[in-house]
């Protein structure tokens, strides 16, 4: 059962931008901290960014002030708006929510980031 799916990723040239989105239940989405998370080949899981329900807002040193995250409360999606995207940028990214502190994970979208 699928409870997070992911939208957004692909192709892009250094210095662009891509949009991510994630839709879930409101069930889950209402009381839970979402985030983003990527892993690149040969490399573990990191962080990206986080939200909690009440707009608080987390990023790794890497990609902050490039990227922000933001939620919908009426579509119960959270994005992540990418901005001077870097070839070090490519990677798996991964949606992720904080359910009852059970982590629940989509199934990914890659972005690569061409130099």
């Known amino acids: 059962q699928v409870q997070l799916v992911e939208s957004g990723g692909g192709l892009v040239q250094a210095g662009g931008s891509l949009r991510l989105s994630c839709a879930t239940s409101?069930?889950?989405?209402?009381?839970?901290?979402m985030g983003w998370y990527r892993q690149a080949p040969g490399k573990q899981r990191e962080l990206v960014a986080t939200?909690?329900?009440?707009?608080?807002?987390n990023y790794a040193d890497s990609v902050r002030g490039r990227f922000t995250i933001s939620r919908d409360n009426a579509k119960n999606t959270v994005d992540l708006q990418m901005n001077s995207l870097k070839p070090e940028d490519t990677a798996v990214y991964y949606c992720?929510?904080?359910?009852?502190?059970?982590?629940?994970w989509g199934q990914g979208t890659q972005v690569t980031v061409s130099s």
């Open positions: 992720n929510a904080d359910y009852r502190r059970l982590p629940l």
């Open positions: 409101r069930s889950i989405f209402s009381i839970s901290a």
């Open positions: 939200i909690t329900p009440g707009d608080s807002r």
